[in-house]
């Protein structure tokens, strides 16, 4: 199961600079984990989780397998794109691709790298990509609309609904909002991706600052913090600049010069969580003496298909899950334990996989 996150910004914001470090921290991370470059734009990284070691120390598994997302590099952004302009098409065709963005906003001074708009100005910046999303989807909404009134009017039940959410749509875009906040009824959250509209994907703010300012940030990055708040996004403070440095370390330097600049993590490890988090994904844990391995599920998934994530003859098999909830799985140090605890439980078809639960699942062949 591929979760994509897109990383998207204008040109000269550090986007393509944070790719590389993430192309670089999953080029390192192959040493211990399966990793794949698919394309030269596109990176698997492990999301980290501390919750994995402390299983495989209790458990002794002989290999630690993370979960993972998907980083795709997409073609830099300038007015017009919408129109074509630049590498427009091509940006516009790869956002449709992707089930997230992760928007690079430039939140830095620096004489020797200039800004295409001539003047640092995050939130500007974020209203430039935003303006060029929004006139793609009034584009392909208005496309649609006479038809759907025609089918509308001969009394077709689904496309009457399906017009009076576009409908509601178009009147979001035409106050200058994303479709993402359009109100839905959960009935409509498959008609409403079916749109496919570049505004409805979930959008991640990642402030890329100057060195000095990666610990708290800077007067650039608060702006994009409130503004993120304010449209229920997500935002992550990172220095582009370190990251890259840290990138092409070898681990045992990395902590030293996490110390020297006052981080207690890589940046990179927030973004790649915040992408998993951003896409409303949890983790589940399969352990044994060969492996312990995270899987990554939807919220809400509940245990069959969380099993056919493993292999679709779990789920279509499915008889029941034997399940520990990760704390009690330490707390017991192990599965023995947390049998001898009464923290083993036994749960069927309706049980709604929680985040860190260590699962083995029973199946028909």
């Known amino acids: 199961m591929g979760f994509k996150c897109g990383i998207v910004g204008l040109p000269n914001v550090g986007k393509s600079t944070l790719f590389n470090a993430l192309t670089q921290t999953a080029a390192a991370q192959a040493a211990n984990y399966p990793f794949c470059t698919i394309e030269p734009n596109v990176g698997d ?9 402390d299983l495989v120390a ?28 630049g590498l427009g098409n091509q940006f516009l065709a790869n956002i449709r691709e992707v089930d997230a963005i992760a928007h690079v906003v430039r939140c830095f001074e620096d004489g020797d790298i200039t800004h295409v708009e001539g003047k640092i100005d995050p939130l500007a910046d974020i209203e430039t990509i935003e303006t060029e999303l929004m006139l793609a989807d009034l584009d392909s909404l208005e496309k649609r609309v006479n038809a759907l009134e025609k ?15 576009i409908q509601r749509c178009l009147t979001l875009l035409h106050e200058g909002k994303p479709a993402r906040l359009v109100e839905r009824k959960s009935e409509e959250e498959r008609a409403f991706l079916m749109l496919n509209l570049l505004t409805s994907k979930p959008v991640l703010y990642v402030c890329n600052v100057e060195e000095a300012s990666a ?27 370190i990251e890259s440095e840290i990138a092409i370390m070898a681990l045992e330097d990395q902590k030293d010069y996490l110390d020297a600049v006052g981080l207690d993590e890589p940046g990179l490890n927030r973004v790649i969580r915040a992408g998993y988090e951003l896409l409303d994904l949890v983790t589940y844990f399969t352990v044994g003496p060969k492996e312990a391995r995270a899987w990554t599920i939807v919220k809400g998934t509940k245990a069959p298909a969380a099993a056919g994530v493993i292999h679709t003859d779990f789920e279509k098999g499915f008889i029941r899950s034997e399940t520990i909830a990760y704390a009690d799985y330490v707390a017991h140090k192990g599965e023995a334990g947390a049998r001898e605890a009464g923290k083993f439980r036994l749960e069927g078809k309706d049980y709604i996989v929680a985040d860190g639960d260590v699962l083995h699942f029973r199946f028909n062949n």
């Open 45 to 53: 990284v492990a999301v980290p989780d501390p919750r994995l070691d």
């Open 215 to 241: 610990h708290e940030g800077n007067g650039f990055s608060a702006r994009v913090m409130e503004h993120a708040k304010k449209e229920g996004a997500r935002a992550v403070v990172v220095s582009a600049q």
């Open 58 to 85: 209790i458990a002794g598994s002989k290999e630690i397998i993370p979960t993972r997302i998907t980083f795709v590099d997409i073609a830099g952004i300038v007015r017009g794109a919408s129109k074509g302009e």
């Open 151 to 165: 089918k509308a009017k001969t009394g077709d039940k689904e496309a009457k609904e399906q017009l009076d959410l």
